[in-house]
């Protein structure tokens, strides 16, 4: 099965305490796929944090065009976390999909602790 690079940047919101030092997971669905749920380990300590933007390479399957994006947190440490966008970059086409959030995740501030969005 062909594999593609995957570039993934995750926006989180400049809001309020709106950062997360919880573990991260991300899925992606395509017209040809779909990923397992993927941890996105941080870079260092300032990832996730309020108002960043966190860069991810990721080396999955060939999932065609992205329809769907699941990003959630497993509330180990800071579970509030405001999730602006996840921006997609398919490394071989250069063909980019944006998947807006703007919503917490997290018990306390919305009852759940992952979303998913169309594109």
């Not at 991810?56 to 329809?67: C, K, S």
């Not at 063909?95 to 998913?116: H, K, M, P």
């Amino acid at each position: 099965m062909k594999t593609n690079i995957y570039y993934l940047w995750v926006r989180t919101g400049d809001q309020p305490l709106g950062g997360t030092d919880s573990n991260v997971f991300v899925q992606l669905f395509g017209t040809q796929g779909q990923t397992e749920s993927l941890y996105l380990p941080p870079q260092d300590v300032f990832a996730f944090e309020q108002g960043s933007i966190d860069k991810f390479i990721l080396e999955v399957p060939d999932l065609g065009d992205l329809t769907r994006c699941c990003i959630g947190q497993d509330a180990t440490a800071d579970s509030g976390w405001y999730v602006e966008s996840v921006r997609v970059r398919d490394d071989e086409t250069s063909r980019e999909w944006l998947f807006t959030f703007n919503q917490w995740l997290g018990i306390e501030e919305a009852g759940t602790l992952s979303a998913c969005v169309e594109c």
